[in-house]
């Protein structure tokens, strides 16, 4: 028997007995132990059979996709830590990069969960869309009403292929169900507290878990989650905007102090604000490119570990050759292809999108606030949920969380990512600020960095319940490391 075999049989031996004094002391009324089984990547996986809807709890069942990657000392290991990576399937993301969260095997049993309608490959629990969601893009660079009326039309044809597909478990997309989720593999895992990892929608799951769960959270960090906390669509969209101009400015002071960047020493504002001046640019034969593509390959380029590409577009652009800028503007649909993800997003949050002849308002004032790139956040967001049909009151509607006699929770915040909840906004958190975008964690376990800042504190609070001073702030170690 290999070694990886028999550390594989020692922690499912270790989590069924977890479980079975569990059950043991609940009267049996424990969910069932996940029967773990090989499947591949060295990963075991697992079901979780769950209600369908956990306001009639007796009735139709459904199945959660689950992966364990084991504690490399299975004899010391702190138990169960539940991982989400956010939006899309975890288990394939895990299995795609397994550096993402594979450290955190040095301490615990790690539990990849998916979301309802999500799942591993090939999985029956994985809800097939056939209609994708369309590319918000359009919205943008054709901003008429007709426009308007015509991404409506699809994305409305994207949500109704989705509740086609889900049929009666359509119901149970919605974040509040996914957290009577993670307490029943909370329970099932023989854990008195559900100990957890969210990152970017992962972190929404987490946050309703610990409103309607407080007593039986445990450590948990949650990482750049979309801000549930502001029911006014327009004030979100101002923070979004906001923080992409701020992404803008961190680029340019990057290309100031970086040697990668080929824009050398001009400053990379001003050659934005000539390139604007000077559309429509040349993008080889019988090929322009428009302000507003202009502007979107700008926008879709300011995720940190795309500045480079973005300093050499904007180069070339200067030079009279635009092409690469104009492929930098083809951003991918608001969610993976069909899946289920946005339709679960506009439960959770069910924005009132407003009229187009209101959106307009809206987004003259956003220009005022941001007037570069961050107005663009204004179509980005409303293409989410544009023409999909509000079912009645929403499960769990934005709103500051209820958090009482719970522990504290520590909350990743980057300064470079414009969806990120605000600080403070989760009673009792520990904000940890650092310099980097969405998913700083994630992306600087792909890239090997280990000793960082940010790790460095969310290990120590995960595995010690060490929370970070107040005020802490981690540098841009992950542009700093990539890219100086």
Known sequence: MGKAQRVTILVTAVLAAAAAVSQAATGGAAAALPQWQDCGDGLRCAKLSVPVDWARPHAARTEIDLALM?????????????????????????????????????????????????????????????VAQPDPLRLLLAPGKAAWRSY??????????????????????????????????????????L????????????????????HRAGRMYLEGGFDHTEPGLERRLTAEARADERR??????????????????????????????????????????????????????????????????LSAAREGDASTLAAM??????????????????HDFMPAVPSYRRFLAMESRLREVAPRVGWMAGRYEVARCLGIPRQGAPSWPPHVPDVRNGRPVLVGAGRLDPSAQPPGEIPGARVLWHGDGPGAYLLQGVDKLRATCLRTHVHDYLVNGVLPEKDTFCPKELSAGMYS
């Open 70 to 130: 084991p504690a490399q000392d299975p004899a010391h290991s702190f138990g169960a830590l539940v991982v989400n990576t956010g939006y899309g399937p975890t288990i394939e993301a895990v299995r795609a990069q397994p550096d993402t969260v594979s450290e955190l095997t040095r301490w615990f049993d790690v539990v990849l969960v998916e979301p309802r309608g999500l799942g591993d490959r090939g999985s029956a629990a994985m809800v097939r869309c056939s």
């Open 152 to 193: 409506a039309r699809d994305n409305a044809a994207y949500d109704r292929s989705c509740r086609d597909a889900a049929g009666p478990g359509y119901v149970g997309l919605t974040s509040w169900q996914v957290a009577h989720d993670l307490d029943a593999l909370r329970e099932a895992l023989g854990e008195p507290r």
């Open 195 to 214: 100990r957890y990892f969210g990152s970017s929608y992962g972190a929404v799951y987490g946050q309703a878990y610990l409103e309607l769960f407080p």
């Open 248 to 313: 803008l400015i961190a680029f340019r002071d990057w290309c100031r102090s970086s040697l990668v960047c080929s824009l050398h020493d001009d400053d990379a504002v001003s050659v934005l604000d000539a390139l604007r001046r000077s559309t429509p640019l040349s993008a080889g034969p019988g090929h322009t490119v428009k302000i507003r593509r202009l502007l979107a390959a700008v926008n879709a380029g300011l995720a940190p570990q795309h500045w480079p590409e973005l300093a050499r577009a």
């Open 329 to 346: 503007a083809t951003v991918t649909a608001p969610t993976p292809p069909g899946t289920v993800t946005g339709s679960m997003f506009c």
